[in-house]
């Protein structure tokens, strides 16, 4: 019987219910870490910032996530290129051992890897929750198409792919 009572304690204690609440009362919603990373994120992370929130495990959690990723080349999304826009993001450690941005082009839909172009791209955004652009500078290696669709984004035309003849 003592091997019976103890079973049933331990499954009320580990019931997917939880504890019973008071007719009416709100339960409290838990914050998931990917909510967290994605409120807490920042392109660039500011240290003195980071210092006057280091109590909050969320700042704590952005901050490792943002010294794990490799911030020498930016994975870029060329799919709204006609519209003028395009999306800039760091590379993780996966796409770092695969070579993608570095040995082959870092456009998202793109594995070219002959005839790579490094890039220097400014990037304007800002971070949610402040009202002030930042601007940061981002190297992006890219084949030529993507190259050019790249250039046409900063307002100059692209390059022509034909090479003047010297005459001799």
Not at 10 to 35: H, L, M, N, Q, W
Not at 74 to 89: F, K, N, T
Request: charged residues 40%; proline residues 3%.
């Amino acid at each position: 019987m003592r091997r019976h009572e103890a079973l049933s304690s331990t499954t009320r204690a580990s019931s997917s219910r939880g504890p019973r609440r008071a007719r009416g009362e709100v339960r409290s919603r838990t914050v998931t870490t990917e909510e967290a990373l994605v409120r807490r994120h920042e392109l660039v992370r500011d240290d003195d910032k980071d210092r006057a929130d280091w109590d909050s495990w969320e700042t704590r959690m952005a901050v490792r996530y943002y010294r794990r990723l490799h911030k020498e080349y930016a994975i870029v999304d060329l799919s709204r290129w006609r519209e003028g826009q395009c999306g800039l993001r760091w590379r993780t450690e996966a796409e770092v051992l695969a070579g993608v941005g570095e040995t082959t082009c870092a456009a998202r839909r793109c594995r070219e890897v002959a005839d790579l172009r490094t890039f220097e791209v400014p990037f304007a955004y800002s971070d949610p929750g402040d009202a002030k652009t930042k601007c940061e500078l981002v190297k992006v290696r890219v084949c030529a198409a993507c190259g050019d669709k790249l250039a046409t984004l900063g307002g100059t035309p692209p390059r022509s792919a034909k090479r003047r003849r010297t005459s001799e």
